[in-house]
């Protein structure tokens, strides 16, 4: 099996969307709230390719997986309640959204490729800190994130939106 992580190109956009669709139908099944209004649309993902944010799964030379890795600060993550990001890390880091496997390659532990390669160019950019949230109820990205090496530091809440409530994690590298 030939793994590896690319930017995404406009050509990708529709089979990002299609791994996408299969996350928020996951979720939906899961009865997550998480990704059920409609977020994130293609213009999400466009916006992510045109600033050169989005990244690739590829295995044996198909989509398997797409994330986002931002390089500058989240807005969301300005304000953290119940806990508090590690102080020493500061406020240069990336951070990961919108992340999915392709539901064809559910159950095979890659994501943790994924994550290790993410982290990979976090540092190869610079960036000493990682930062990523998700869903209360959204238990499998938890043992995810934590298995990757994240560790919970407390809430955040979408667009200010108190009913959108998220785990916040952070990693050092």
Request: glycine share 6%; charged share 15%; no cysteine.
């Amino acid at each position: 099996m030939t793994m590896y992580v690319r930017l995404a190109t406009n050509a990708d956009l529709t089979t990002m969307m299609q791994v996408i669709d299969e996350g928020k139908r996951a979720l939906a099944a899961d009865q997550i709230p998480q990704w059920q209004d409609g977020y994130p649309q293609a213009s999400d993902l466009q916006q992510d390719i045109n600033a050169h944010n989005a990244w690739l799964l590829i295995v044996d030379g198909q989509v398997a997986g797409t994330a986002t890795l931002l390089t500058h600060p989240d807005p969301n993550y300005a304000h953290i309640y119940d806990g508090t990001w590690d102080p020493t890390a500061g406020e240069h880091y990336t951070s990961i959204h919108r992340i999915a496997i392709a539901s064809g390659y559910h159950g095979q532990h890659l994501a943790d490729f994924y994550f290790s390669n993410l982290m990979t160019l976090s540092y190869q950019l610079g960036f000493h800190q990682i930062r990523i949230d998700t869903h209360a109820k959204n238990t499998r990205m938890q043992h995810v994130i934590t298995k990757a090496g994240f560790t919970y530091r407390g809430v955040v809440y979408m667009d200010g939106d108190s009913t959108d409530q998220r785990n916040a994690y952070q990693i050092t590298l």
